[in-house]
Each structure stands twice: as structure tokens, then as C-alpha cells.
Nanobody
């Protein structure tokens, strides 16, 4: 059974940092682009960041560019999202995703019905 499991979420004050992890099991994703999405209460799921199979290419939404860093360790079958200078508007459930059929530049167009998705981890940023 293929699983993506997020961890590292929690409660943090504005200006603080968190590091999310996404551990894959049941299948290797070392050849696949992956990404992070988030969904705030009452809002649609939105793209956060994407990374190519070897980590050489990354993409970010404008809202997190310069504050968040996506990375991966293929030897551990794990992806990360380092989140710095957090703001209350970053509060959301964060999901990791992978799609063997898309390059990193198209990860942002994933839908919940495509590829593989984790169950999400909650991030709350207090003001």
C-alpha cells in the first residue's frame, strides 16, 4: 500500500519556524516530482511548492517565496518543507503529494483525484 505521511505540524507564533516532513512508503518516489499544498479553513486547496525528482528544480507560490524551502532526500524517500517567518495567514492543513506522470512545473495543477496524497498535518500560526 502506497502511503505519504506528513509530520512536523503544530502551533507556532508568528515569525517562528516549522519543518514539515513527508515520508513515503510502499513505493519509491525518487524518480517523481513532488509538492506541498495547503488548505485553510473555508478555502480551496492551494499550491505551495514543488520539487523535481533530483531536487534540482523548485517552484514556489508567490505567497511563500523567500520564506519556505522545499527539499528532498531520495535515500530516505522523504520530502521536506522548511517554513520560516511564519504568518497567521499560513495557518492551514498542509498536504504532500506526488505524481509520476507530471514534471515539477505541473505539480501545481494536481487535483485531489490525481497522483498520491498524504492525509495532511495541521499548522497553526498565532499572532
Amino acid at each position: 500500500q502506497v502511503q505519504l505521511v506528513e509530520s512536523g505540524g503544530g502551533l507556532v507564533q508568528a515569525g517562528g519556524s516549522l519543518r514539515l516532513s513527508c515520508a513515503a512508503s510502499g513505493r519509491t518516489f525518487r524518480n517523481d516530482a513532488m509538492g506541498w499544498f495547503r488548505q485553510a479553513p473555508g478555502k480551496e486547496r492551494e499550491f505551495v511548492a514543488a520539487i523535481s525528482w533530483n531536487g534540482g528544480i523548485t517552484y514556489y507560490s508567490d505567497s511563500v517565496k523567500g520564506r519556505f524551502t522545499i527539499s528532498r532526500d531520495n535515500a530516505k524517500n522523504t520530502m521536506y518543507l522548511q517554513m520560516n517567518s511564519l504568518k497567521p495567514e499560513d495557518t492551514a492543513v498542509y498536504y504532500c503529494a506526488a505524481d509520476p506522470s507530471r514534471p515539477a512545473r505541473d505539480i501545481a495543477t494536481m487535483t485531489p483525484q490525481s497522483g498520491y496524497w498524504g492525509q495532511g498535518t495541521q499548522v497553526v500560526v498565532s499572532s
